[in-house]
């Protein structure tokens, strides 16, 4: 099996940046895809960025500009980089992957995931 443990989350004020860290252990081989998403609360679990196998990434509308999402491959870590952070962009942030070729943002098309790290961001 695989397991994702995210890190890096904080609290910070608008404007500022912070970079997460999502390290994969297990089986991760077959893992084709990558990504990051997140839930404030009210709202529906929404995809913020993935990142495939060919380095093909995709990323939310509401990040795109702002977010960076790369991957060490010799280090099984998946990172995002958050610049420019907006109150909205408060939430928890969880790191999910696939065995799929394809990469979408929907939640729905990932199998494994990590338990979230939190994002806090103040006016």
């Known amino acids: 099996q695989v397991q994702l443990f995210e890190s890096g989350g904080g609290s910070v004020q608008a404007g500022g940046s912070l970079r997460l860290s999502c390290v994969a252990s297990?089986?991760?081989?077959?893992?084709?895809?990558m990504g990051w998403f997140r839930q404030s609360p009210g709202k529906e679990l929404e995809g913020v960025a993935t990142?495939?196998?060919?380095?093909?990434?995709m990323y939310a509308d509401s990040v795109k500009g702002r977010f960076t999402i790369s991957k060490d491959n010799a280090k099984n870590t998946l990172y995002l980089q958050l610049n420019s952070l907006k109150p909205e962009d408060t939430a928890m942030y969880y790191c999910?992957?696939?065995?799929?070729?394809?990469?979408?943002?929907?939640?729905?098309?990932?199998?494994?995931w990590g338990q979230g790290t939190q994002v806090t961001v103040s006016s």
């Open positions: 297990g089986y991760i081989n077959s893992m084709r895809c």
């Open positions: 999910a992957a696939d065995s799929t070729w394809a990469c979408p943002l929907a939640h729905r098309g990932y199998t494994y």
């Open positions: 990142f495939n196998v060919d380095g093909y990434t």
